[in-house]
């Protein structure tokens, strides 16, 4: 497939030769010739300040490879408009060293690229997502659907349900019986970064919480069954560092799915593409039944943390 470079007519000779010269290096099967002036790899210098000619794109797409040494990334990205086509290059990185070390394949990222005659580079990235290694039962989306106005009240016992965790080990909620449990609804390609990615992070520090004062489970449902399986459950639990003894990610049947949601109190459905659904938290007392219920974004993790220490204590 040949994919090419477009630069707008604003822009120098010097800078077309550079953006052709990092496509080429990068393993794009351009057949376009380079002049022979054109260097083989643009010179980049790190912490180098920028021209008042520089141009900045907004760029998008999914890291494909990270190389922490330069420090630089592999991005799999959209086109940019009157630049460049859609293609996976190699980008150095310019932001803060913190943000650099969170970074890795399969993220789903939005930066600003920067170009100046024979420099770019990336700066401002911002994770939005994680996107796992496809599989070949992966789907977009479930026909099976929750239904409404069967969700369990506070105080109401949940009725006992089996689901399949990211090893593909069977797990019953009956089996946390005696310790407190905190109940979400996630995907793994959510690409609305104040939705599950959100949650995502929130849990984390639950979970960082529970294992230093050792008690509690953190099970994350997903509503997206057909394409979250276990094996890509596993590894994006993998990549957000999850302990399994601690947290468990839970896809199966989508009508088992389903009518677990249903007792929560959440609905999804897919659309265009994506899986919308409600974003609820709950926390299950020892003898399960609903202790507290989030809907919605507007809760913290300190406040689940002070409502499992709470069930936990009776």
Not at 155 to 183: C, Y
Not at 228 to 256: C, M, N, Q, S
């Amino acid at each position: 497939m040949k994919r090419r470079v477009f630069v707008s007519a604003g822009l120098a000779a010097g800078l077309v030769a550079a953006a052709l010269a990092l496509v080429l290096a990068s393993g794009c099967k351009s057949r376009r010739e380079l002049p022979e002036s054109a260097p083989s790899r643009p010179a980049i210098t790190p912490g180098a300040a920028v021209s008042a000619n520089a141009k900045r794109y907004a760029l998008k797409g999914v890291i494909t490879a990270v190389d922490f040494s330069k420090p630089a990334i592999t991005v799999s990205h959209e086109a940019i408009p009157g630049f460049m086509d859609a293609m996976t290059m190699s980008f150095p990185v310019r932001d803060d060293p913190k943000v650099v070390a969170l970074l890795r394949p399969g993220d789903r990222i939005e930066a600003r690229l920067v170009v100046d005659g024979n420099v770019f580079f990336l700066e401002n990235v911002l994770t939005k997502g994680y996107v796992p290694t496809p599989t070949a039962t992966s789907s977009s989306s479930s026909s099976v659907r929750p239904e409404p106005n069967r969700g369990v009240g506070v105080g109401e016992l949940v009725p006992d349900f089996t689901l399949i965790d990211q090893n593909g080990k069977p797990v019953r909620l009956s089996q946390f019986r005696g310790e407190p449990v905190a109940v979400t609804f996630v995907y793994t390609r959510c690409p609305v970064a104040t939705a599950c990615p959100v949650t995502v992070g929130k849990f984390s520090k639950i979970a960082a919480a529970l294992e230093k004062e050792k008690f509690g489970t953190l099970l994350a449902v997903t509503v997206d069954p057909a394409g979250d399986t276990p094996a890509v459950l596993k590894e994006y639990a993998d990549h957000i560092g999850a302990d399994p003894t601690r947290w468990r990610f839970l896809t199966g049947d989508p009508a088992a799915v389903a009518r677990v949601a249903e007792r929560f109190g959440v609905l999804y459905y897919p659309d265009r593409g994506q899986i919308v659904h409600s974003q609820t938290v709950a926390v299950v007392d020892p003898d399960g039944r609903i202790a507290n219920v989030y809907y919605g974004e507007q809760w913290e993790p300190e406040s689940v943390l002070q409502d499992l220490e709470k069930a936990r204590k009776g």
